[in-house]
């Protein structure tokens, strides 16, 4: 069974740094990329980060470009977004994400969640 769960957010003045986590089980973790997502209320859930297959290239919304930065831990099978100067704009809940797909099916799998709030 495909699970995703966040951790690290909470709040934090302007200008802070905040490390989340995303705990994967079920799934080979080596096999697939993966992303970060965000969503304030009454807004479309938009695309943080993505990282591919091996951890080696990621592609970051042009807002974060220079603040953020994912990465995959191979041993423990953990996601990680490390963000750097935050601006009161990121306040979000942050996801996790993966789409599993095989011949039969293709499914995007979302963590519940980690909520990050940026202010003085």
């Known amino acids: 069974q495909v699970e995703l769960v966040e951790s690290g957010g909470g709040l934090v003045e302007p200008g802070g740094s905040l490390r989340l986590s995303c705990q994967t089980s079920?799934?080979?973790?080596?096999?697939?990329?993966m992303d970060w997502w965000r969503q304030v209320p009454g807004k479309e859930r938009e695309m943080v980060a993505e990282?591919?297959?091996?951890?080696?290239?990621?592609n970051y919304m042009d807002s974060v470009k220079g603040r953020f930065t994912v990465s995959k831990d191979f041993d423990r099978n953990i996601l990680h977004l490390q963000m750097d100067n935050l601006k009161p704009e990121d306040t979000a809940m942050y996801y996790c994400?993966?789409?599993?797909?095989?011949?039969?099916?293709?499914?995007?799998?979302w963590g519940q969640g980690t909520q990050v709030t940026v202010s003085s």
């Open positions: 994400s993966v789409v599993i797909h095989n011949y039969l099916s293709l499914q995007r799998y």
């Open positions: 079920g799934f080979s973790f080596y096999e697939y990329g």
């Open positions: 990282i591919t297959v091996g951890g080696n290239y990621a």
